[in-house]
């Protein structure tokens, strides 16, 4: 790590709150559009408008681990090899959108509800969730206070018990590597709520060594380990002190937007 990155954390966690704000977080799209993204890797081959898929509309009734373990989607975007024909058959995102409860991929009519190329589509029911727990960052939407308070029910598994829930619940302690850097935990009972095991082992962190070559915050910014879903999907790392609990302040980057 160059001695700037050094620098900048020591800076962000040392001075005051305003100073932390210069910390190069990637600018924060609207919280409407937050986790919302544009799927064109088969579209564009067959001639198609890229898929908009929003993440806050689809976690209200699924957990992660639905699309990203059982339906066999690569948690970074635009990696999966997802065809019309696949969705027809029930894979991908024809296990739910076959045209019974949802609307599937027969009709003409349908096919702009997806393939649209427009990440704000649905930004209108964004005003949905204005009593849901909010938090200052990401779309302002504290999901895991969301979940545990009952606010959503989504389900966990399409297959066997929808209900079933993962009962590993340990955290871990991540002691820094420079001694003003406070350290960060990891609670697996947070992620095993949404995520399933596989989702991040091995492919994300090795389990086998109890280290990961190349874990570092640089790393994480650059959409890596916690950064492929902290980011632009799950909060992101503009809420320090959710992972650095003893850090001396969070930054000033988002202010509340009153609902």
Not at 26 to 47: D, Q, T
Not at 156 to 179: C, I, M, Q, Y
């Amino acid at each position: 790590m160059s001695r700037r990155w050094v620098w900048i954390v020591a800076i962000v966690l040392l001075a005051p709150a305003g100073a932390a704000a210069h910390f190069p977080f990637p600018a924060p799209p609207p919280p409407e559009e937050y986790g919302n993204l544009l799927i064109w890797r088969g579209s564009m081959k067959e001639g198609l408008l890229p898929v908009s898929f929003s993440h806050w509309v689809h976690r209200r009734k699924h957990t992660c681990r639905v699309c990203h373990f059982e339906l066999q989607f690569n948690m970074e975007a635009n990696t999966t090899e997802i065809t019309e024909a696949a969705n027809r058959a029930g894979s991908f995102c024809g296990a739910c959108h076959d045209g019974k409860e949802l609307f599937g991929h027969e009709k003409k009519e349908d096919c702009e509800k997806c393939h649209n190329a427009d990440r704000t589509r649905g930004s209108m029911r964004f005003k949905e969730l204005w009593r849901f727990p909010n938090t200052r960052y990401g779309n302002r939407i504290d999901w895991s206070a969301a979940l545990e308070g009952g606010w959503i029910k989504p389900v966990h598994r399409l297959s066997v018990n929808p209900s079933e829930k993962f009962g590993f619940d340990n955290t871990l302690e991540l002691a820094a590597e420079w001694s003003m850097v406070s350290g960060a935990i990891f609670p697996h009972g947070k992620h095993t709520a949404w995520l399933d095991c596989n989702d991040c082992h091995p492919h994300l962190f090795n389990i086998k060594r109890k280290f990961t070559e190349g874990f570092r915050m640089t790393s994480n910014l650059d959409g890596e380990y916690c950064g492929v879903c902290h980011t632009g999907v799950a909060f992101p790392m503009t809420d320090c002190k959710r992972c650095h609990p003893a850090m001396r302040s969070p930054p000033v980057y988002q202010e509340p937007v009153p609902r």
